[in-house]
Nanobody, 115 residues
């Protein structure tokens, strides 16, 4: 059974930091590209950051320089380090894993930036 479990969300003041984790099981993690998405209330889900199986990263413009995606293949986990958080970063954050046409999603973790 495939599982992706996000953790690390919470309430944070502007300028604060959080580190999200997404721990997977049931997949050969090292061959999957991994993404972090977010969805704010009333908005479409948007891609925040990507890390390929080879470690290449890409970021949505509004988070460049503030967020860092990384992976630990030994722990089957992908991370999202979020610094200098803003109220606009408030959303449910989801991770997904992609390999060819196969995609799996986690259940999400809430990040709330207080204002």
């Amino acid at each position: 059974q495939v599982q992706l479990v996000e953790s690390g969300g919470g309430l944070v003041q502007p300028g604060g930091s959080l580190r999200l984790s997404c721990t997977t099981s049931g997949i050969r993690f090292s061959i999957y590209d991994m993404d972090w998405y977010r969805q704010a209330t009333g908005k479409q889900r948007e891609l925040v950051a990507t890390i390929t199986s080879g470690g290449i990263t890409n970021y949505e413009d509004s988070v460049k320089g503030r967020f860092t995606i990384s992976r630990d293949n030994a722990k089957n986990t992908v991370y999202l380090q979020m610094n200098s958080l803003k109220p606009d970063d408030t959303a449910v954050y989801y991770c997904d894993s992609r390999w060819t046409y196969i995609t799996y999603w986690g259940q999400g973790t809430q990040v709330t930036g207080s204002s």
